[in-house]
């Protein structure tokens, strides 16, 4: 992960990103997921399926093993198509946002243009049902 980092953002951020995990995993603020793989993908605002060059690696090691896949999508793209479940998102003209891109000093405030089609709704509203299904489910458990 460290050459990645490197590569993405320069050799002083990449040290300091990799320090940080380090410390992380020492103290156990970060999980070992190798004792316990996942059984579950939630993916949101990523491709993973095709993301770059490690897309293949993602379907190969990373999907294969998941008992369950759920995507928030906006269109059937490569993860979609390997989801479980697809969880329609509105579009980038069919809600209110803004846009940060964290290597300029720019970001876009966009106004709603038309209504979502569909089940479709916005990244938050997708979120806080997730949320209060979960919390739901977990006073259940318990």
């Known amino acids: 992960m460290k050459e990645f980092n490197e590569e993405m953002y320069g050799k002083e951020l990449a040290e300091e990103y990799d320090h940080h995990f380090k410390e992380s995993v020492k103290n156990g603020w970060f999980p070992d997921y190798s004792k316990k793989p996942w059984k579950m993908g939630l993916f949101s605002g990523t491709n993973a399926a095709s993301w770059r060059s490690s897309g293949k690696r993602w379907r190969e090691n990373a999907f294969s093993k998941l008992e369950t896949i759920a995507t928030f999508a906006t269109d ?15 579009h980038h003209y069919e809600r209110h946002d803004f846009h940060l891109e964290p290597r300029t000093p720019y970001m ?19 979120y806080k049902r997730l949320a209060e299904a979960i919390s739901i489910r977990a006073k259940e458990r318990k």
Request: glycine share 6%; net charge negative.
């Open 76 to 90: 059937m793209g490569a993860t979609a198509m390997y989801s479980d479940y697809v969880l329609p998102i509105s």
């Open 108 to 126: 876009q405030v966009i106004d709603k243009a038309v209504e979502p089609l569909g089940e479709c709704v916005d990244d938050w509203t997708a």
